[in-house]
């Protein structure tokens, strides 16, 4: 769901002040049955889905037909039929995926390297019907979906599922259209015992992520976004600003929208994953990527790297190089996402096979003290950034050399970037800036104290309410689009 | 947890180096011995000072990969005699934590104290080894060592 789209909250007030009204009625009068519970959430998350996207509200429905129906056969089935539906059902979900998300990469850019004038015949014809336009939320529920499959064909319960307790999982309105991508194990036992528990902590609690999370969004991601200047290539220290501001946004705009997710799911009394635990904290590249998009790391761990290697396991870092590569390709058709994933899985194996002994050779504590570790962690996060957010290979091409060519760093360049900021915009980049950095500090000093929850600082109930203050003052005047939205 | 503060130490170092009570090891509980092996292990193959891994702190601070992760089940696998999840290490992402999750989940008690008995023998062995020698060295090698100056 766009939970900066103004329609959302419009429609959850919409739909959810009636039935509620009538749902307190009913339980006063003793009339209320418990599951409809499971039903009123199932009409609010499906009514939110229509509106977000009707055209692609059609594809949703019949996946989650066809998939409740397969997943039901899978489980009275034993032996080769049971794997033969599964392997059915993954097949197909992947296949409406692909068609919607890399048909056109496959004709324009990899059939077009090799056969000439195809793209331009494709692009003509205006491509398959549909391909191209991706759904809202298309990547995360599939994702959601095949993890069930296989969740369900492993399990030892093959008790028959709920057709409403399926639907409310896969449709649950807070984490349907971008995560996190919940498990059968996590979520499904809370939705199978779904009742809306509106208790006074769950409310405090559910508040207190959904303050964070606006404040990262709406504050935070929004307000950097628009001094992001994807067209620059020639003045190193702009291009530099733009890849700093752009591994800040992609964060605080992500975690932020898992964290309203997190909020709003609390506040109807479901437990949902956390998905970021801060990140930019990490100070090695293992333990960064166990701290970002936790479930899709996750995922790709269970289903993709785990499987893929089976028993050799003396071939891990081939098949570990392999999964990063998917996982970049995931993220979009496009060439600069493989290159992200690549450049991640690439940059594991080389901090493994070339890093270990150099850091044996210089003495691991006494040159490697741990803000150095941090500070090289977070500089490859920010290298890898610019690969994600630039999608114009030439530019791609461009910046990069601009970045290793050493008379770029001049002090005619640094002023030329000063100076194409006017006072009021920098004014405000520095106040961004320093809410960021504070942020983060935060964040720092949870890890450092070795709390329980990373965000335990951010959530203390005083600093949650600045936030909420902070959010109504701050807030962009335009927000910008979910940037994971585009996968 | 610094592991130099903790009861615990690693199987290996008390069973043939630095084993200075043979009681150590019987007292030691499941849960420790796995933390010892897994610290050992771990030292071992990431090239770390065992005394400085805290088992309360995430495994990839010392620089634990998947390729490592995948590798040390495989490893405690063959060690416990039983089948363990390959997502062990990021599920339960401490030393500690996976120790406890390990004696609470699977029957482990009677692998650890087969290993903590053969310890127990090796260091035996090791020490009656070790007293001949002195009664060795106390003769002619005495003899010898004081020659030779060593």
């Known amino acids: 769901m766009n939970f900066s789209d103004f329609s959302f909250w419009w429609v959850l007030f919409l739909i959810g002040v009636p039935f509620f009204t009538v749902r307190y009625i009913g339980k006063y009068l003793n009339i209320w049955r418990d599951y409809l519970d499971s039903i009123g959430l199932m009409v609010l998350s499906l009514m939110l889905f229509v509106n977000a996207s009707r055209s692609s509200f059609i594809i949703f429905a019949f996946e989650i037909i066809f998939n409740y129906v397969m997943v039901r056969l899978m489980l009275r089935r034993r032996g080769w039929e049971s794997q033969a539906i599964a392997a059915t059902v993954i097949g197909i979900d992947i296949a409406i995926l692909a068609y919607f998300k890399y048909v056109n990469f496959f004709v324009e850019d990899v059939l077009g390297l ?36 296989v969740d369900s064909f492993r399990s030892k319960n093959k008790q028959p599922i709920g057709v409403v307790d399926y639907i409310n999982f896969v449709s649950f309105f807070p984490q349907v259209v971008a995560g996190p991508i919940e498990r059968r194990a996590d979520l499904f036992p809370q939705i199978e015992s779904f009742r809306f528990k509106f208790s006074a902590e769950n409310f405090e609690d559910g508040l207190k992520w959904l303050s964070l999370g606006l404040f990262m969004k709406l504050v935070l991601a929004d307000n950097l976004s628009p001094y992001i200047n994807l067209q620059e290539t020639g003045n190193v220290w702009l291009v530099w600003l733009s890849i700093y501001l752009f591994t800040l946004r992609i964060y605080f705009d992500f975690a932020g929208y898992s964290f309203i ?120 996060v920010m290298l890898g950034c610019l690969f994600f957010m630039e999608s114009d290979m030439t530019r791609l091409g461009q910046k990069l050399q601009t970045l290793v060519t050493p008379w770029a760093y001049s002090f005619s360049n640094l002023g030329a970037a000063m100076s194409s900021f006017s006072a009021n915009e920098g004014a405000v980049l520095v106040l961004i800036l320093f809410l960021t950095t504070a942020e983060l500090f935060l964040e720092h000093l949870a890890v450092w104290q070795k709390r329980k929850c990373e965000y335990d600082l951010l959530l203390s109930p005083w600093l949650t309410r600045v936030l909420l203050g902070l959010t109504i003052l701050l807030a962009a005047n335009t927000p910008s689009k979910f940037i994971y939205f585009e996968f | 947890m610094q592991l ?23 007292e030691n509980s499941p849960a420790e011995a796995i933390q010892s092996w897994l610290v050992t292990k771990l030292s071992k193959q990431l090239s770390l000072n065992a005394k400085t891994i805290d088992v309360r702190e995430p495994l990839t601070r010392y620089g634990l990969d998947s390729i490592d992760a995948v590798t040390l089940v495989g490893d405690l696998e063959d060690w416990l005699g039983c089948e363990l999840p390959s997502t062990l290490l990021w599920d339960y992402p401490t030393i500690e934590k996976s120790a406890e999750y390990l004696v609470k989940e699977f029957d482990v008690s009677a692998a650890v104290s087969s290993v903590a008995s053969s310890n127990v023998k090796d260091a035996s062995d090791d020490k009656t080894e070790k007293v001949e020698a002195s009664s060795k060295s106390s003769g002619w090698g005495g003899l010898w060592n004081r020659i030779s100056g060593s």
């Open chain 1, 114 to 149: 090799f056969v000439g004038g195809v793209t331009a015949s494709w692009q003509q014809r205006g491509g398959i019907p549909g391909a191209g336009a991706i759904p809202p939320g298309i990547s995360f529920y599939t994702f959601q979906m095949v993890a069930f499959v």
């Open chain 1, 261 to 380: 997710a997190l909020g709003l799911a609390k506040f109807v009394g479901v437990q949902l994953t956390l998905n970021f635990i801060a990140p930019y904290t990490s100070p090695s590249i293992q333990e960064f990527w166990r701290r970002w998009h936790v479930t899709l790391s996750t995922w790709f761990r269970d289903y993709v790297f785990l499987p893929l290697m089976g028993a050799k396991k003396q071939w891990a870092a081939f098949y570990l190089f392999v999964t990063f590569t998917l996982s970049g390709f995931w993220h979009g058709a496009a060439w600069n996402f493989i290159i992200w994933g690549a450049y991640h899985g690439l940059l594991l194996l080389v901090l493994r096979y070339a890093g270990r002994p150099f850091y044996r050779f210089v003495g691991e504590r006494l040159f490697m003290p741990q803000f150095l570790s941090w500070a090289l962690t977070f500089g490859s």
């Open chain 2, 4 to 26: 130099q503060n903790s009861s615990s130490k690693p199987s290996e170092d008390l069973s043939k180096n630095n084993l200075q009570d043979e009681n150590m090891i019987v």
